[in-house]
Structures are given as C-alpha cells and as structure tokens.
C-alpha cells in the first residue's frame, strides 16, 4: 500500500519563477492539505482540496494556487517566487468523510519536496 | 498569541527516563488533537490521536483537557529511538495548526 508520494524531491527556482509540485494521496484517501515548513518552525496550513475543489484556505497569498484532479491527485503552484518562499513543501492526505461518523482529521504526510530560492 | 504553544524544550534524558510534553491551544471550537513526531529532514508522522478520556499506546500517554485547553504527552522509559522532534496539532474542521515542537534527544 503506498503511502502520500510527492514530487520532485528537490528543486532549486530563482526569484520571480514559478513552480508546481506535485501530490499522490494514500489510496483510499480522497483529501489533500498542502503545508510548507520552514527551517526551525512548525508547518504551516496553505489549503486543502476535497472534490477538486478548495475546501478552506490559510493565511496564503493568493500566488500559491492548486488544483485536485479526478484521481485525487493535487498540485501545488507559487507564482513570482520570493527568497522567503524557500521551504519543505508537505502534502498530507486524509480518509473520506463518513457520514454519521465525522472525519477523524487524521492527516497522513508525504516526505516532501524542499524547495530553495535563489 | 500562538493558536499552539509548546514547551521550547529542547529537552536531553537519560535512556530510560520519563519525559511530559505540554501543550496548550486557544481555539476553544477545536475538534480533534494529535502528537506527531518529526525526525530531523523527514516529514511529520502522526504519533497519536488525542482523547479526553486520555490514551495510551505502548510506553506513550497522551491525554486531554477541553477546560482548560491543554494537551500532554508523556513518554515512560525512553530510547534511544524517541530522540526527535514532538509536535503538538489541532485541527479546525480541515487544516491542521502545528505548534513549533519540542526537541527531545534520549542520551545513552
């Protein structure tokens, strides 16, 4: 059973490029949250998708953007990149909500891609 | 105020010490809680869920208080192996809000 991929591992962008990351869930998982992680501190909350849509949002400006397609997979896009945007980049994917259940909110991490700008 | 605050920490232990982790939250409309731990360059893995009737797997108790908004972990005879960093999470109904961990290094 594999568990959250992503991808690529590493990759180094200058000031003002754009890049995409790139999320595979856990199977059976059908939601993705994006956090990014910078050195010393605890990850911080980007988004989530649920049926290709963004379900809630954090304290992001609006040039990280993502997408879900149909097969759960997500991706993550940062425009007009800035040295402080440098950080581990983590996808985290969670169960279906099951009715009358609830959502356990269990988050399940992939290893991230570390991303350096320069 | 942080919406997660955590012992600084970093804490060093003997192996085979016991070791208490606090946290506290501000969110009182928080649903469900969680100790992850994070080895350094990995990514989080989720260590436990936390209950208000407190839980318990193998040497590791974590428990929860709604009152007073306050989270514990505690470890029993450490190893060797618990060295790494302990993150105490809260999640609102989809994003997950991390505190900035403890660190923790169990010396032999």
């Known amino acids: 059973d594999a568990g959250v991929t992503q991808s690529p591992t590493h990759l180094i962008k200058t000031r003002g490029q754009q890049v995409t990351l790139r999320c595979s869930p856990k199977?059976?998982?059908?939601?993705v949250s994006w956090y990014q992680q910078a050195l010393g501190q605890g990850p911080q909350f980007i988004f989530q998708?649920?049926?290709?849509?963004?379900?809630q949002r954090g304290n992001f400006p609006d040039r990280f953007s993502g997408h879900q397609f149909p097969n759960y997979s997500s991706e993550l896009n940062v425009n007009a990149l800035l040295l402080g945007d440098s950080a581990l980049y983590l996808c985290?994917?969670?169960?279906?909500?099951?009715?009358?259940?609830?959502?356990?909110?269990?988050?399940?991490f992939g290893p991230g891609t570390r991303l350096t700008v320069t | 105020r942080k919406e997660v605050e955590q012992d600084p920490g970093p804490f060093n232990v003997p192996e085979g010490a016991t070791v208490a982790f606090n946290c506290t939250y501000s969110n009182s409309a928080s649903q469900s809680f969680f100790w992850y731990r994070q080895d350094c360059r990995k990514e989080p893995k989720l260590l436990m869920s936390v209950y208000s009737s407190g839980n318990e797997d193998g040497s590791f108790t974590a428990q929860l208080n709604r009152a007073s908004q306050y989270i514990s972990l505690l470890i029993r005879d450490s190893k060797l192996s618990d060295s790494a960093t302990y993150l105490c999470v809260v999640n609102n109904r989809g994003g997950l809000t991390f505190g900035s961990g403890t660190q923790l290094t169990v010396l032999p």
């Open positions: 199977s059976g998982h059908d939601t």
């Open positions: 985290a994917s969670s169960q279906p909500t099951q009715p009358g259940l609830g959502n356990s909110y269990e988050q399940y």
């Open positions: 998708y649920y049926e290709e849509e963004e379900r």
